[in-house]
Each structure stands twice: as C-alpha cells, then as structure tokens.
C-alpha cells in the first residue's frame, strides 16, 4: 500500500497528528456529538488533503483547517439535522392511523360494547369488574359472594363471545373493504 504523506513539501501526517485532535473538540465542543465530532474530523481532512493536492501556493495550514472545520461543521450539523427530522417524518408514517384504521377501530369498539351489554347481568357484572376495575377473581368471588370457579366460567364464556365478535367484524370488515 502506497502512502502519501507529503503533497508539496509538506508533511500532511504530521498536520492530521497535530490538528485532527483540536479540529474534533472543536466540534465535540459545539454539538456536544462524539458521531459528528469524529465525521467533522474525516472530512475535514478530506479536504484539506484535496485542497493542498489541488494548489502549488504556500497556504496557511492553520487558517485552512479552521476554515473547513467551520464550513465542513456546518454541513454535517445540516445533514445530521435532515436526517433525524426524516426519521421522525418516518416514525409518523408508520404510526398514522389511515381513516380505515380509525374507522375498524371504532366499529370494533362499538361492536365489543354492544356485546358487553348484551351478556347477562351477572357475566356482566364479573366480566366488568375483571377487566376495568382489575379485581382478582378471588376478590370477585368475594364481593359476589360466589366461588372462583364460577367468576372463572363466566369470564371464560365472556371472552369466547368477544373472541367471536373480534373474528366476525374482522371478517366482515376484510370482505366488504379488499
């Protein structure tokens, strides 16, 4: 593997060891960003080894390397913003609910409703006080003054009858809408 490390009589190594540490705390300074400290130090470079290839003049090395840290900075600082905002514009995307979305969510709320009021007043009332009020079934039992195995029957019987339910408007849904 060739190495160039002189571009003009000057020895760009011994640039990037002295000034590659100063060009990413310089930037680790200003966004507080190890990511775009370190990619702020790679392109800076970059840069300057084309700019020094490019030019046959005596340049001030130091000017150069705070020039293009600003200006390099600046672009990744840009980069890094759009690319976040575009992750976030993703994100949304992704959780927007289409108006079919909303419209299948709320049948199906309305349809588990009106199965809910349609059990019988005890499943009902077991049912309720497991699932909204978050009551064991032994505090159930209790408070009924039944046994746990009867609350466990009757909520057994309540989610199969919204099981049915979810699988019929489902099935209704998906037939009539694709």
């Given amino acids: ?15 990037f060891n002295n000034w590659n540490k100063k060009v990413y705390h310089y930037a680790l300074g200003k966004t507080n960003s190890k990511y775009i400290a370190e990619e702020t ?32 900075l600046l672009d990744v600082v840009k980069e890094e913003t759009n690319r976040r905002k575009l992750l976030i514009d993703d994100k949304k995307e992704v959780w927007s609910e289409s108006p079919f979305d909303i419209f299948q ?18 499943r009902k009332e077991i049912f309720q006080l497991s699932r909204f009020e978050h009551l064991s079934y032994r505090e159930i039992a209790n408070k009924l003054s039944i046994s746990p195995k009867t609350v466990e029957n009757h909520i057994h019987l ?8 979810i699988f019929r408007t489902s099935f209704i849904l998906f037939y009539f809408f694709f």
Avoid: C, H
């Fill in 105 to 122: 969510t709320k049948e199906l709320d309305y349809r588990i409703q009106r199965a809910i009021e349609s059990m019988p007043a005890t």
């Fill in 41 to 72: 130090v790679q392109r800076v470079f970059i840069k300057l080894w084309k700019n020094l290839s490019e030019k046959d003049i005596p340049v001030n090395i130091e000017a150069q390397i705070f020039t293009i840290s600003k200006t390099i």
């Fill in 158 to 165: 309540a989610l199969k009858t919204l099981r049915q339910i």
């Fill in 1 to 15: 593997m060739m190495r160039y490390n002189n571009i003009s009589g000057i020895d760009f190594d011994s640039i």
